[in-house]
C-alpha cells in the first residue's frame, strides 16, 4: 500500500523474496508496468521514508531502522536533501556590513536568527531538519529583510501553511520579527491584518522620520508602538503592532495592527484606539479621533488583482439614455395602435377643396390655390 500511494500508476506489485538475520531484514522486489521507465531507485528510497516517516517510524505494529532502507545502491544517506526557504523581516535598521559574512554585525544577526528559528522549524519538521543553514540579509525598506535557505533529508508532509502558521506564533526574545512577513516556500500564515492610520497634532513632520534610521523617527515609532501595543494587546488573537512609515500632515502615522484568525473587527480595532486615546495623551501624543481611519484589512496571503475595466464611465450613461428613448418609442407606438391616432392625423391632413360644402359649384372656375380650407376631425 506505500509503494501504490507514493509510485502510481506504475507500480504493479511488491514480492517478498525472504527474511534474513538482523533484527529482521526484509529482502523484496517490486513490480513495475511493462514498456514504461521504472522509477529510480532514489526514488524508491525516497518513497518508502516519506511514508514510514509520517507514522513516526513505523509499519503497522513494526518498527522500521530508516537508515537500513536501500534499494541498490541508494540509501538515505544518499538521497538529496530537500530545501526550505524561510524569509521574513527583522525590525531592525539594515546596515551594509549585514551583507559581509565575515562582519561581526553579520555573524551576531546570524546566530540571533539561528537561535529563534532552528527551534522553531525542528518543531515542525523533526529530526528531518538538517542544520546550518545559509543565512542572508538585505535592505528591506531600511529594515533587514532575512533569507534562511534549510534542508531536509526527505521531504515533509507537514504543509508550508502549518509551517507558517507555527513560526508566526513562536515568540522570540534575540529579534524582533516582523509576524507578517513570514513566508514558508512562497507561503504566508494566516493573519488578518488592519491599515490604520492617525493623524499627531502636536508634531511636525520632518524629513527626518522618513528615515528609520533617525533618532526623531525611532523616538516616535517607539513611543506610539508602545502606546498602542498597551491599547490593543488585550483584544482577542492580538499578533502584533508595527508603526511601519509617517507621512506629512502635521504628522500621519501608518501603523498594521495584525491579528490571528477569529480576532476583533476593524470597526473594533477602531472603536478600542478611538476609546483608549488617553494612552497616547500621556506618552505625550496627541491624536486627532476623527482622523483615525482604517483602510481595508487584507490577509497575508496575496489577493488575486482585480484587472482595471477599460469600460468608460460615460459609456454607462449612453446606454440608460438610449434605453429609456427605445422604451419611450415602443410606448407611442402601442398608444398609436390602440387610439388610431394615425388614421386620424391622416384625416387632419387631408386637402379638401373649399367649395365641397357649397351646392351647384360645378361651375364655377376659380383658381383653387388662392384659398385652402381643412376639414379637422373632432
Same mark, same amino acid.
Given at each position: 500500500?506505500?509503494?501504490?500511494?507514493?509510485?502510481?500508476?506504475?507500480?504493479?506489485?511488491?514480492?517478498?523474496?525472504?527474511?534474513?538475520?538482523?533484527?529482521?531484514?526484509?529482502?523484496?522486489?517490486?513490480?513495475?508496468?511493462?514498456?514504461?521507465?521504472?522509477?529510480?531507485?532514489?526514488?524508491?528510497?525516497?518513497?518508502?521514508?516519506?511514508?514510514?516517516?509520517?507514522?513516526?517510524?513505523?509499519?503497522?505494529?513494526?518498527? @522500521?531502522?530508516?537508515?537500513?532502507?536501500?534499494?541498490?545502491?541508494?540509501?538515505?544517506?544518499?538521497?538529496?536533501?530537500?530545501?526550505?526557504?524561510?524569509?521574513?523581516?527583522?525590525?531592525?535598521?539594515?546596515?551594509?556590513?549585514?551583507?559581509?559574512?565575515?562582519?561581526?554585525?553579520?555573524?551576531?544577526?546570524?546566530?540571533?536568527?539561528?537561535?529563534?528559528?532552528?527551534?522553531?522549524?525542528?518543531?515542525?519538521?523533526?529530526?528531518?531538519?538538517?542544520?546550518?543553514?545559509?543565512?542572508?540579509?538585505?535592505?528591506?525598506?531600511?529594515?533587514?529583510?532575512?533569507?534562511?535557505?534549510?534542508?531536509?533529508?526527505?521531504?515533509?508532509?507537514?504543509?508550508?501553511?502549518?509551517?507558517?502558521?507555527?513560526?508566526?506564533?513562536?515568540?522570540?526574545?534575540?529579534?524582533?520579527?516582523?509576524?507578517?512577513?513570514?513566508?514558508?516556500?512562497?507561503?504566508?500564515?494566516?493573519?488578518?491584518?488592519?491599515?490604520?492610520?492617525?493623524?499627531?497634532?502636536?508634531?511636525?513632520?520632518?524629513?527626518?522620520?522618513?528615515?528609520?534610521?533617525?533618532?526623531?523617527?525611532?523616538?516616535?515609532?517607539?513611543?506610539?508602538?508602545?502606546?498602542?501595543?498597551?491599547?490593543?494587546?488585550?483584544?482577542?488573537?492580538?499578533?502584533?503592532?508595527?508603526?511601519?512609515?509617517?507621512?506629512?500632515?502635521?504628522?500621519?502615522?501608518?501603523?498594521?495592527?495584525?491579528?490571528?484568525?477569529?480576532?476583533?473587527?476593524?470597526?473594533?480595532?477602531?472603536?478600542?484606539?478611538?476609546?483608549?486615546?488617553?494612552?497616547?495623551?500621556?506618552?505625550?501624543?496627541?491624536?486627532?479621533?476623527?482622523?483615525?481611519?482604517?483602510?481595508?484589512?487584507?490577509?497575508?496571503?496575496?489577493?488575486?488583482?482585480?484587472?482595471?475595466?477599460?469600460?468608460?464611465?460615460?459609456?454607462?450613461?449612453?446606454?440608460?439614455?438610449?434605453?429609456?428613448?427605445?422604451?419611450?418609442?415602443?410606448?407611442?407606438?402601442?398608444?398609436? @395602435?390602440?387610439?388610431?391616432?394615425?388614421?386620424? @392625423?391622416?384625416?387632419?391632413?387631408?386637402?379638401?377643396?373649399?367649395?365641397?360644402?357649397?351646392?351647384?359649384?360645378?361651375?364655377?372656375?376659380?383658381?383653387?390655390?388662392?384659398?385652402?380650407?381643412?376639414?379637422?376631425?373632432?
Amino acid at each position: 500500500m506505500l509503494f501504490q500511494n507514493s509510485l502510481k500508476p506504475l507500480f504493479l506489485f511488491l514480492a517478498t523474496l525472504g527474511f534474513w538475520p538482523g533484527s529482521v531484514i526484509v529482502d523484496s522486489n517490486i513490480v513495475f508496468q511493462n514498456n514504461t521507465e521504472a522509477p529510480s531507485t532514489d526514488a524508491i528510497v525516497r518513497a518508502l521514508y516519506n511514508n514510514i516517516y509520517t507514522t513516526n517510524m513505523h509499519l503497522g505494529n513494526f518498527s @522500521l531502522d530508516v537508515e537500513s532502507i536501500q534499494s541498490n545502491t541508494s540509501t538515505t544517506d544518499l538521497l538529496k536533501p530537500v530545501a526550505v526557504k524561510i524569509s521574513f523581516i527583522i525590525q531592525k535598521i539594515f546596515i551594509s556590513s549585514l551583507q559581509n559574512s565575515s562582519s561581526n554585525e553579520y555573524s551576531t544577526l546570524q546566530n540571533q536568527t539561528v537561535i529563534w528559528l532552528t527551534p522553531a522549524l525542528t518543531a515542525s519538521y523533526g529530526q528531518s531538519l538538517q542544520e546550518n543553514p545559509d543565512i542572508s540579509f538585505s535592505n528591506g525598506d531600511q529594515w533587514v529583510s532575512v533569507s534562511a535557505n534549510y534542508k531536509l533529508k526527505a521531504p515533509s508532509s507537514v504543509r508550508n501553511k502549518s509551517v507558517a502558521n507555527s513560526l508566526a506564533r513562536w515568540n522570540s526574545t534575540s529579534i524582533l520579527v516582523w509576524r507578517s512577513t513570514i513566508s514558508v516556500n512562497g507561503i504566508k500564515p494566516d493573519l488578518v491584518l488592519f491599515n490604520v492610520r492617525m493623524r499627531i497634532t502636536n508634531r511636525d513632520f520632518t524629513d527626518s522620520l522618513q528615515n528609520k534610521s533617525s533618532q526623531e523617527s525611532e523616538y516616535l515609532r517607539g513611543n506610539l508602538t508602545e502606546g498602542l501595543g498597551t491599547i490593543l494587546r488585550g483584544t482577542p488573537q492580538f499578533a502584533e503592532i508595527v508603526v511601519d512609515t509617517f507621512q506629512p500632515g502635521s504628522v500621519i502615522a501608518n501603523a498594521n495592527p495584525t491579528y490571528f484568525e477569529g480576532g476583533p473587527s476593524e470597526a473594533e480595532v477602531c472603536q478600542t484606539i478611538v476609546n483608549n486615546l488617553n494612552e497616547l495623551q500621556n506618552r505625550g501624543l496627541s491624536v486627532e479621533p476623527s482622523s483615525i481611519i482604517i483602510a481595508p484589512s487584507t490577509t497575508t496571503v496575496p489577493p488575486v488583482p482585480q484587472l482595471e475595466s477599460s469600460f468608460p464611465g460615460y459609456a454607462v450613461a449612453i446606454i440608460v439614455m438610449c434605453s429609456l428613448l427605445i422604451l419611450a418609442i415602443l410606448i407611442l407606438i402601442i398608444l398609436a @395602435l390602440k387610439t388610431d391616432i394615425c388614421s386620424k @392625423l391622416a384625416r387632419a391632413c387631408a386637402l379638401t377643396s373649399p367649395y365641397t360644402s357649397v351646392r351647384n359649384t360645378e361651375n364655377i372656375n376659380l383658381p383653387e390655390w388662392r384659398a385652402h380650407s381643412y376639414n379637422v376631425a373632432h
